[in-house]
Each structure stands twice: as structure tokens, then as C-alpha cells.
């Protein structure tokens, strides 16, 4: 039997329907060839759940063709019945480029009410085919005594993006809740928990990921979380979430959302870099990545791109990117501030691939314009201090081997949990108290769970807390060291001229038969003070908040202070960069990443080299 365009014959379908009737599995195979292995991964079979009107369910098949002469998967096809469980028939056929002999095919599908089965069909190259054995599921009608006098019944879809992702990549999964009694997104409020559950699927069999994570509220109705693949094993994962609101009767709903992990450079692959933070009226690069076992595909091979842009609880728009060898981008600007998708779909060599981003569009110019003139001045710097503190601790993970994954999450969730407080409190949407509450919080956190090893002592606390330490400052440490250096140093001086002043003397007296007397010179051991640089950071915050302290304060202009504070802040950020052996091109990269747009990083940072060259004329920059 041929399939043609991931179909079969009529009188093929009726001969298959009627042995798979019977629970028999069959498979065909050319002369002198071996036939592909298909396997389902995900529903099980006897799968069960329970709904109000549809459920959405991702099918998983997976196959492979390592034998035999023409090796490589085709296509997967899935076969489905109605909801009555009658007309097994072909239901979607995803085709590959027939070079990788492994594959996998997802097939996210709304089911109704009903009993229903499925299988996967998988032909190679060589036109040979297998079928597994036909599995079978029931979606069952949730009772209407559940919601009965519910203030809020929510309705949940769970998906994750990219579908495929390598090693060391970065899954989102997104929980969208919305309100089944009003129609409108759900809001924390009627949410009691959310939480994330990650499996691994081997036969049946589930392993435990993570369990029970609660997720991250992001706007109305939508929920996510981040899953880093790391080096976990390849092949077919479920996020499953579960949801409990407060209704009278607690209601408790789960979805389930299927993906992929593969090899670390295998088969096609697109992944969105576009900045996590633009500016408003700023053009701005949106940019997708495509490669091919790790390598950038030639641009003349890239077809059907597309970006769909579509604003959080707003409208949807499609655009055709530019392309170049191994990405796709679109360049612009966006006028209006919010949460965005960035939907990209590409194909190459006949495979298709899509990839989600998020991006959040502010206006910063316009948060500036607005700084309460209340704001506790002082207490902003603090917390700023300490997000710049943890900002230069991040970018030095990658050389230390002191931290754990999670606490270098924990720190970046700080960093950013300090940012919303600093947006908050310039905009005036939380008082100087609650402020200093939010952020004595953060801090009680981080000394909770990672305590001196993250400064040696309590980050961000003030000068009337600090215990006092041997150095006061690095500059005091210094000359110490410098004086036991000198030290030393005389010693090894005397020994030397001691042991001259001898030999001289034995060769003009001739007593080289003497026994000569030796002397023991004792020394102590240097005291040495340990203090880890981070330490030292932390005491510099310190010296200089105590310096404004005794400093009268110079009243400006508010604009033109807020403005002296970045650009000293971005100066300070290059010279730093530099320091660490970073070049231009890295430093441009670093800074669009942060969210800056492509023009200002280039105008800016070739100003400030230029500036700046006398000093870096011995550095490769």
C-alpha cells in the first residue's frame, strides 16, 4: 500500500478499519526493506477526563526508521473517530523533509463530549508503514452541581512553546483562564491556586519533573511559567495544570499541554530573540533565529515566513518578515504600551516550525516625565543600589561555580520583583511605606534562603546595622596587604644578606670546615582577612550613602536629574563591560537584550568609545 500526500485509498481505509476492528496492528514493507516504528506517547490509552462543553488535548506520536534501505520519516498521520466513536478516518498528516530518522508530531485538537479513538500512521521514505495498536479516550460531562451558586466557573487552555525544544532551551507554558459565566479573563482574585506540574512519558510511564509550582499572574487572564530544559533526556513531556478558584464550591479544573525535547542541535529549529523590553515610538528589532542541525539555513530556503503580533486582551495583526540567512526579523516601532505575543512561523526543506515570544511595550520616557514628587529619594537609590548590586552579581555567574540554578533564579526573580517596586513607587502607585515594606521583603528573602553567601552579611541594610569589619574600605585593605607585603619582603632581604655576610666570611678565613651555625628565623604567618569581593561591592553602597548623607542635597531640575542618574548609570555599565575583556559588539548586544533599542545602542556606544578611545587604545575593542 502507497500513500500518497499522507493519504490512503478508499478501499486502503476500509481494509485498515476493518482489521483495526479486530485490535490487529498492522505494518507493510518493500522488498529488501524494514518498515518505521511509530509509537504513541501521549494520551494513554483509557484516557479520561472531564469537561463542561470541549476539552483540548495534544496527541503525540513519535516514530523512527534506523533499518533498511530507505531510512527516514516521511510523515505521521492521525487517525481519530467522531465523538460518537464511528468513522475512524485520517484526521491531520504533518510532513517532514525525509533526512532525520527520528521525529515526533504533535496534534493539538478540541474534542466534545464523547468517547473517541486514535491511532498514528507512519510512512519512511521507502512508501513502508506501521500503525501502532488503537488507543481509546472519554471526555465526560462535568456536573452542573459543581458551580451551583459559584460566583466564578473558569474555563482553562494550556500551551507550550516551542512544541520542539533542544537542551538547555526555554519552554513557555501559558495557562489562558477566563471567566465562563461572564466571558471576560479571569482575575487573581477568583483564582485560589494555579499551579504547574511537568512529566516526563516513557511508555506510559511518568516520571516527575516538578510538581506543583504556582505560576506567574501576567495580565489579564494569563498565566505562565518558564521550564529550562537543561540537560533532561529527550523525548515527550506533559505540562499539566491544575486550577482551584474560590468559589462557594471550590472548582477544580486541569488541562494539559504536550512538548518535545530533542537533541541539542538536531533537525530544524526556530527560536525567537527578539528584546523582552521596548520603548515606545523606538524602533526596535524583532528577530527569530533559524537553523538546521545547529547551523543557519541559507535565506533563498526559507519560505512561508510570517510573524502574527497579537496584543494581550487586544487585536491581532500579520506581517511578513524580512529574511536572511538563518533569521527572520521585522523592524519597527510600536505606539502603544501593553503585553504582546509574537507568533513566528517559518519552513524550510518542507518542515514547518512556529515559536511564541513575549515581550511587555513601556514607556519610559513617559515614567520619567511622571516621578512623584514625594518619592522618598533616598530609599529609591537604596533599592536601586541593591538591583545594580545583584545586576553585576548575575553577570559574573557565569564564572562562578558558588550557585545553584534556583538561586540564581531567585536572584533574578529579586532583580525584577525591585524593578516593579522602583516602577511602582516613581508612578506613585504605592506610598513610600509600602514601598519600603515590598522591598524589606525581597531583601528578608534573600538573606532567608541564600544568607552570607550571597554578600557576607544583610543586603541593602543601613549604616546603623553594619557590624564593624578589620577593612573599612578596600583602599585601607590594600595598604595593609601592602605593608605585610613589605614585610616579608625585608625579611627575605636580611636572610639574604645574612647568608653573604657568612659565606664571605668563611672564604676569606678559611673555615669552610667549620660546622656552620645555623639560625632559625621565625616568622609569623600573615593574618589574612577574608572578604569576598560582593562584600566589598556592598560596602561601597554603604560609603556612599553615608556620603549623601553628610552631603547637602543639590535641588535640580527633576528631568535633568532622572537623566544624569542613567547616563551615569549606562557609563558605569560600559566601563565595567570592558573591564571584563567585553567588546563593542558584545556590549551592543548586551544592552539591546536589556531592552534598548538598536539605534541608541549604536549612536550611544560608539560616542562613548570615541570619548573614550585615549583610555582603551591598548584594548581590542
Same mark, same amino acid.
Given at each position: 500500500?502507497?500513500?500518497?500526500?499522507?493519504?490512503?485509498?478508499?478501499?486502503?481505509?476500509?481494509?485498515?478499519?476493518?482489521?483495526?476492528?479486530?485490535?490487529?496492528?498492522?505494518?507493510?514493507?518493500?522488498?529488501?526493506?524494514?518498515?518505521?516504528?511509530?509509537?504513541?506517547?501521549?494520551?494513554?490509552?483509557?484516557?479520561?477526563?472531564?469537561?463542561?462543553?470541549?476539552?483540548?488535548?495534544?496527541?503525540?506520536?513519535?516514530?523512527?526508521?534506523?533499518?533498511?534501505?530507505?531510512?527516514?520519516?516521511?510523515?505521521?498521520?492521525?487517525?481519530?473517530?467522531?465523538?460518537?466513536?464511528?468513522?475512524?478516518?485520517?484526521?491531520?498528516?504533518?510532513?517532514?523533509?525525509?533526512?532525520?530518522?527520528?521525529?515526533?508530531?504533535?496534534?493539538?485538537?478540541?474534542?466534545?463530549?464523547?468517547?473517541?479513538?486514535?491511532?498514528?500512521?507512519?510512512?519512511?521514505?521507502?512508501?513502508?508503514?506501521?500503525?501502532?495498536?488503537?488507543?481509546?479516550?472519554?471526555?465526560?460531562?462535568?456536573?452542573?452541581?459543581?458551580?451551583?451558586?459559584?460566583?466564578?466557573?473558569?474555563?482553562?487552555?494550556?500551551?507550550?512553546?516551542?512544541?520542539?525544544?533542544?537542551?538547555?532551551?526555554?519552554?513557555?507554558?501559558?495557562?489562558?483562564?477566563?471567566?465562563?459565566?461572564?466571558?471576560?479573563?479571569?482575575?487573581?482574585?477568583?483564582?485560589?491556586?494555579?499551579?504547574?506540574?511537568?512529566?516526563?512519558?516513557?511508555?506510559?510511564?511518568?516520571?516527575?519533573?516538578?510538581?506543583?509550582?504556582?505560576?506567574?499572574?501576567?495580565?489579564?487572564?494569563?498565566?505562565?511559567?518558564?521550564?529550562?530544559?537543561?540537560?533532561?533526556?529527550?523525548?515527550?513531556?506533559?505540562?499539566?495544570?491544575?486550577?482551584?478558584?474560590?468559589?462557594?464550591?471550590?472548582?477544580?479544573?486541569?488541562?494539559?499541554?504536550?512538548?518535545?525535547?530533542?537533541?541539542?542541535?538536531?533537525?530544524?529549529?526556530?527560536?525567537?530573540?527578539?528584546?523582552?523590553? %521596548? /520603548?515606545?515610538?523606538?524602533?526596535?528589532? #524583532?528577530?527569530?533565529? *533559524? &537553523?538546521? +542541525?545547529?547551523?543557519?539555513?541559507?535565506?533563498? =530556503?526559507?519560505?512561508?515566513?510570517?510573524?502574527?503580533?497579537?496584543?494581550?486582551?487586544?487585536?491581532?495583526?500579520?506581517?511578513?518578515?524580512?529574511?536572511?540567512?538563518?533569521?527572520?526579523?521585522?523592524?519597527?516601532?510600536?505606539?502603544?504600551?501593553?503585553?504582546?505575543?509574537?507568533?513566528?512561523?517559518?519552513?524550510?526543506?518542507?518542515?514547518?516550525?512556529?515559536?511564541?515570544?513575549?515581550?511587555?511595550?513601556?514607556?519610559?520616557?513617559?515614567?520619567?516625565?511622571? %516621578? /512623584?514628587?514625594?518619592?522618598?529619594?533616598? #530609599?529609591?537609590?537604596? *533599592? &536601586?543600589? +541593591?538591583?545594580?548590586?545583584?545586576?553585576?552579581? =548575575?553577570?559574573?555567574?557565569?564564572?562562578?561555580?558558588?550557585?545553584?540554578?534556583?538561586?540564581?533564579?531567585?536572584?533574578?526573580?529579586?532583580?525584577?520583583?525591585?524593578?516593579?517596586?522602583?516602577?511602582?513607587?516613581?508612578?506613585?502607585?504605592?506610598?513610600?511605606?509600602?514601598?519600603?515594606?515590598?522591598?524589606?521583603?525581597?531583601?528578608?528573602?534573600?538573606?532567608?534562603?541564600?544568607?552570607?553567601?550571597?554578600?557576607?552579611?544583610?543586603?541593602?541594610?543601613?549604616?546603623?546595622?553594619?557590624?564593624?569589619?578589620?577593612?573599612?574600605?578596600?583602599?585601607? &585593605?590594600?595598604?595593609?596587604?601592602?605593608?605585610?607585603?613589605?614585610?616579608?619582603?625585608?625579611?627575605?632581604?636580611?636572610?639574604?644578606?645574612?647568608?653573604?655576610?657568612?659565606?664571605?666570611?668563611?672564604?676569606?678565613?678559611?673555615?669552610?670546615?667549620?660546622?656552620?651555625?645555623?639560625?632559625?628565623?621565625?616568622?609569623?604567618?600573615?593574618?589574612?582577612?577574608?572578604?569576598?569581593?560582593?562584600?566589598?561591592?556592598?560596602?561601597?553602597?554603604?560609603?556612599?550613602?553615608?556620603?549623601?548623607?553628610?552631603?547637602?542635597?543639590?535641588?535640580?531640575?527633576?528631568?535633568?536629574?532622572?537623566?544624569?542618574?542613567?547616563?551615569?548609570?549606562?557609563?558605569?555599565?560600559?566601563?565595567?563591560?570592558?573591564?571584563?575583556?567585553?567588546?563593542?559588539?558584545?556590549?551592543?548586544?548586551?544592552?539591546?537584550?536589556?531592552?534598548?533599542?538598536?539605534?541608541?545602542?549604536?549612536?550611544?556606544?560608539?560616542?562613548?568609545?570615541?570619548?573614550?578611545?585615549?583610555?582603551?587604545?591598548?584594548?581590542?575593542?
Amino acid at each position: 500500500m502507497e500513500l500518497i500526500h499522507g493519504q490512503l485509498t478508499a478501499q486502503h481505509q476500509i481494509i485498515m478499519k476493518l482489521l483495526q476492528i479486530h485490535g490487529i496492528t498492522i505494518s507493510s514493507t518493500s522488498p529488501g526493506d524494514k518498515p518505521p516504528e511509530i509509537k504513541l506517547n501521549y494520551p494513554p490509552n483509557i484516557f479520561n477526563a472531564e469537561a463542561f462543553d470541549n476539552y483540548t488535548l495534544t496527541f503525540n506520536c513519535s516514530a523512527e526508521d534506523k533499518q533498511g534501505t530507505n531510512k527516514g520519516i516521511k510523515n505521521i498521520s492521525l487517525y481519530l473517530t467522531d465523538y460518537q466513536n464511528n468513522n475512524f478516518n485520517l484526521n491531520e498528516t504533518i510532513t517532514f523533509s525525509g533526512t532525520n530518522q527520528e521525529e515526533t508530531a504533535l496534534f493539538t485538537k478540541t474534542l466534545l463530549i464523547g468517547n473517541y479513538t486514535w491511532n498514528c500512521l507512519v510512512y519512511d521514505n521507502g512508501n513502508n508503514f506501521d500503525w501502532a495498536a488503537n488507543r481509546t479516550l472519554k471526555i465526560k460531562k462535568k456536573q452542573n452541581e459543581t458551580i451551583k451558586n459559584a460566583s466564578c466557573c473558569c474555563g482553562l487552555q494550556v500551551s507550550a512553546a516551542p512544541e520542539i525544544a533542544g537542551q538547555n532551551e526555554k519552554v513557555l507554558i501559558a495557562a489562558d483562564v477566563s471567566n465562563l459565566l461572564t466571558g471576560l479573563a479571569a482575575t487573581p482574585s477568583e483564582i485560589t491556586d494555579l499551579n504547574i506540574s511537568i512529566y516526563k512519558v516513557d511508555n506510559n510511564t511518568y516520571t516527575t519533573i516538578i510538581i506543583d509550582i504556582p505560576m506567574t499572574y501576567l495580565s489579564d487572564g494569563l498565566w505562565y511559567y518558564e521550564f529550562y530544559t537543561k540537560n533532561n533526556a529527550t523525548g515527550t513531556y506533559i505540562a499539566s495544570v491544575k486550577m482551584l478558584t474560590n468559589q462557594t464550591t471550590p472548582f477544580i479544573k486541569e488541562a494539559s499541554s504536550a512538548f518535545t525535547i530533542g537533541e541539542k542541535i538536531s533537525g530544524l529549529t526556530i527560536i525567537g530573540v527578539s528584546p523582552d523590553l %521596548i /520603548n515606545t515610538n523606538k524602533t526596535a528589532r #524583532l528577530a527569530a533565529e *533559524i &537553523k538546521y +542541525n545547529g547551523i543557519a539555513v541559507d535565506s533563498s =530556503l526559507i519560505s512561508n515566513a510570517s510573524l502574527v503580533i497579537e496584543k494581550i486582551n487586544g487585536s491581532a495583526q500579520n506581517y511578513t518578515p524580512q529574511i536572511d540567512d538563518g533569521i527572520i526579523y521585522l523592524d519597527g516601532a510600536f505606539n502603544e504600551t501593553g503585553i504582546y505575543y509574537l507568533d513566528w512561523t517559518a519552513a524550510y526543506l518542507m518542515q514547518t516550525r512556529t515559536a511564541r515570544e513575549i515581550i511587555v511595550i513601556v514607556d519610559w520616557e513617559e515614567l520619567l516625565e511622571d %516621578i /512623584n514628587e514625594t518619592v522618598n529619594v533616598e #530609599l529609591l537609590n537604596l *533599592i &536601586k543600589e +541593591n538591583r545594580q548590586y545583584l545586576l553585576e552579581l =548575575l553577570t559574573d555567574m557565569e564564572f562562578l561555580q558558588e550557585f545553584s540554578e534556583e538561586e540564581i533564579f531567585l536572584i533574578t526573580d529579586s532583580v525584577n520583583s525591585m524593578t516593579k517596586v522602583i516602577d511602582y513607587l516613581e508612578k506613585g502607585d504605592i506610598t513610600n511605606e509600602e514601598a519600603e515594606q515590598q522591598f524589606n521583603q525581597i531583601r528578608q528573602d534573600l538573606e532567608d534562603q541564600l544568607g552570607i553567601k550571597l554578600t557576607g552579611s544583610a543586603i541593602g541594610i543601613t549604616s546603623a546595622d553594619i557590624k564593624p569589619s578589620p577593612f573599612k574600605n578596600l583602599g585601607e &585593605k590594600l595598604k595593609d596587604w601592602r605593608s605585610l607585603l613589605f614585610f616579608i619582603l625585608l625579611l627575605m632581604v636580611s636572610m639574604t644578606l645574612i647568608i653573604i655576610l657568612m659565606l664571605t666570611r668563611i672564604i676569606k678565613t678559611g673555615y669552610a670546615d667549620k660546622p656552620i651555625k645555623q639560625i632559625k628565623i621565625k616568622r609569623k604567618q600573615p593574618k589574612t582577612y577574608e572578604k569576598r569581593r560582593y562584600e566589598i561591592l556592598i560596602d561601597k553602597i554603604r560609603q556612599k550613602l553615608e556620603s549623601r548623607k553628610s552631603k547637602p542635597v543639590e535641588i535640580q531640575p527633576k528631568s535633568i536629574r532622572i537623566k544624569e542618574d542613567y547616563v551615569n548609570s549606562l557609563n558605569q555599565f560600559l566601563l565595567n563591560a570592558v573591564d571584563k575583556g567585553c567588546t563593542k559588539g558584545d556590549i551592543k548586544i548586551m544592552l539591546i537584550n536589556k531592552g534598548w533599542s538598536r539605534s541608541f545602542v549604536d549612536n550611544y556606544c560608539d560616542k562613548f568609545f570615541e570619548e573614550n578611545k585615549e583610555k582603551f587604545i591598548k584594548r581590542k575593542i
